[in-house]
C-alpha cells in the first residue's frame, strides 16, 4: 500500500497560480463523494499561495508558498471531529467525510495551519484531499502538482524508498512549515523563505562596482566566504532569523572593512565604500 507525499521546492515556485487554478478547475462545481463536496467558487483555498515581499528597496524579491493540507500524522482535526468525520486513509491521506461532518465547525479551527475552510451553504467543513478521487482511478498525482509548469511539487509514495520524494524527504533539505506544530506532516518544503543578507560594494577611488571582492559571512556556526559580482553585488541567503553576524570585506589594495549585522528582517546593507 503507498503512503502519499509531498515536497514543495520553494525556489522553483515562480507565483504562476496555476496549482490553485487546477484546485478551483477540479472540484468547483464537482461532488466526489465519499471524500469532497464542490468547493464554492469564492472564499476557499484548498491551495493556497503566500506572497511574502522580502527585503528593501532596491534589493526586493518575492517569495511564494503555495499551503495546502499537510496530511499529519498527528492530525488535530481528526482528534476534534465527532462520529469519525475525519479520519486518515490507509494511505495516509487525511479525509473529512462531508456527510458526517456536517454543523462541525469545531474541525476548522483545530487546524493550525487554517487549511480547513466552512461551507456556509451546505454546513460543512472542507479541505484539499490530495485528489484522493483521482488517486484511486490510478492517476499518479494530484492536479496541482501535474499542471505545475516548474515542476515544483514532487509527489509520490513515501513506502517507495526509489521514488523521487522519498528521497527527497530522506535527505537534510526538506522541513516542515510549522515543526513547533510537531504535526508529522506529510507535505514537507524545500528552500523555505528565511533571510538575506545583501550589499553593493563601491571602489572609492575610482567610483566603480567593486568586482571580485571577498566578502566572508562569520556567525551561527558558519564561516562562508564568496565574491562580489561585476556590479559588486553580494548576497547570502537562507540564514536564520532572529542572529548576529559580521560580514568582512577584503581586497588587495583596499582597507578590509567588517560589519556587524542582526537577521530580524532581510538586510540590504546598500552601497559599502572601500577605500
Ligand atoms: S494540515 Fe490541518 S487539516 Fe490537514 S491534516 Fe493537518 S491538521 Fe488536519
Ligand atoms: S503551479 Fe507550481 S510554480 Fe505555479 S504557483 Fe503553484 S507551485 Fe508555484
Request: hydrophobic share 35%.
Given at each position: 500500500m503507498a503512503k502519499y507525499g509531498m515536497v514543495i521546492d520553494i525556489s522553483r515556485c515562480?507565483?504562476?497560480y496555476n496549482c490553485f487554478l487546477a484546485c478551483r478547475d477540479e472540484y468547483c462545481g464537482n461532488d466526489y463523494p465519499p471524500y469532497s463536496l464542490a468547493q464554492p467558487?469564492?472564499?476557499?483555498?484548498?491551495m493556497r499561495i503566500i506572497e511574502r515581499e522580502r527585503g528593501q528597496y532596491p534589493r526586493v524579491k518575492v517569495a511564494y508558498t503555495p499551503v495546502l493540507?499537510?496530511?499529519?500524522?498527528?492530525?488535530p482535526c481528526i482528534k476534534a471531529a465527532l462520529n469519525g468525520a475525519v479520519y486518515r486513509r490507509p494511505d495516509g491521506i487525511v479525509i473529512i467525510d462531508p456527510e458526517k461532518a456536517v454543523g462541525q465547525k469545531q474541525i476548522v479551527s483545530a487546524c493550525p495551519y487554517r487549511v480547513i475552510y466552512w461551507n456556509e451553504e451546505k454546513n460543512i467543513p472542507q479541505k484539499c484531499t490530495f485528489c484522493a478521487h483521482l488517486l484511486d482511478k490510478e492517476?499518479?498525482?494530484p492536479r496541482c502538482v501535474e499542471l505545475c509548469p516548474a515542476g515544483a511539487m514532487i509527489f509520490g509514495d513515501l513506502e517507495d524508498p526509489n521514488s523521487e520524494v522519498s528521497k527527497l524527504m530522506a535527505s537534510n533539505k526538506v522541513e516542515a512549515?510549522?515543526?513547533?506544530?510537531?504535526?508529522?506532516?506529510?507535505v514537507r518544503y524545500i528552500a523555505l523563505p528565511k533571510r538575506f543578507i545583501a550589499g553593493t560594494v563601491v571602489f572609492g577611488d575610482k567610483d566603480e562596482c567593486a568586482e571580485n571582492v571577498d566578502v566572508t559571512l562569520i556567525g551561527d556556526g558558519v564561516k562562508q566566504t564568496i565574491k562580489t559580482n561585476n556590479y559588486g553585488d553580494f548576497e547570502f541567503e537562507g540564514l536564520p532569523a532572529e542572529k548576529e553576524f559580521s560580514v568582512k570585506l577584503e581586497h588587495p589594495g583596499y582597507a578590509p572593512k567588517e560589519l556587524t549585522v542582526q537577521t530580524k528582517i532581510d538586510v540590504y546593507l546598500g552601497e559599502i565604500i572601500l577605500t
Amino acid at each position: 500500500m503507498a503512503k502519499y507525499g509531498m515536497v514543495i521546492d520553494i525556489s522553483r515556485c515562480n507565483g504562476c497560480y496555476n496549482c490553485f487554478l487546477a484546485c478551483r478547475d477540479e472540484y468547483c462545481g464537482n461532488d466526489y463523494p465519499p471524500y469532497s463536496l464542490a468547493q464554492p467558487m469564492t472564499g476557499h483555498f484548498w491551495m493556497r499561495i503566500i506572497e511574502r515581499e522580502r527585503g528593501q528597496y532596491p534589493r526586493v524579491k518575492v517569495a511564494y508558498t503555495p499551503v495546502l493540507c499537510m496530511q499529519c500524522e498527528n492530525a488535530p482535526c481528526i482528534k476534534a471531529a465527532l462520529n469519525g468525520a475525519v479520519y486518515r486513509r490507509p494511505d495516509g491521506i487525511v479525509i473529512i467525510d462531508p456527510e458526517k461532518a456536517v454543523g462541525q465547525k469545531q474541525i476548522v479551527s483545530a487546524c493550525p495551519y487554517r487549511v480547513i475552510y466552512w461551507n456556509e451553504e451546505k454546513n460543512i467543513p472542507q479541505k484539499c484531499t490530495f485528489c484522493a478521487h483521482l488517486l484511486d482511478k490510478e492517476w499518479k498525482e494530484p492536479r496541482c502538482v501535474e499542471l505545475c509548469p516548474a515542476g515544483a511539487m514532487i509527489f509520490g509514495d513515501l513506502e517507495d524508498p526509489n521514488s523521487e520524494v522519498s528521497k527527497l524527504m530522506a535527505s537534510n533539505k526538506v522541513e516542515a512549515l510549522h515543526p513547533e506544530y510537531g504535526l508529522k506532516e506529510k507535505v514537507r518544503y524545500i528552500a523555505l523563505p528565511k533571510r538575506f543578507i545583501a550589499g553593493t560594494v563601491v571602489f572609492g577611488d575610482k567610483d566603480e562596482c567593486a568586482e571580485n571582492v571577498d566578502v566572508t559571512l562569520i556567525g551561527d556556526g558558519v564561516k562562508q566566504t564568496i565574491k562580489t559580482n561585476n556590479y559588486g553585488d553580494f548576497e547570502f541567503e537562507g540564514l536564520p532569523a532572529e542572529k548576529e553576524f559580521s560580514v568582512k570585506l577584503e581586497h588587495p589594495g583596499y582597507a578590509p572593512k567588517e560589519l556587524t549585522v542582526q537577521t530580524k528582517i532581510d538586510v540590504y546593507l546598500g552601497e559599502i565604500i572601500l577605500t
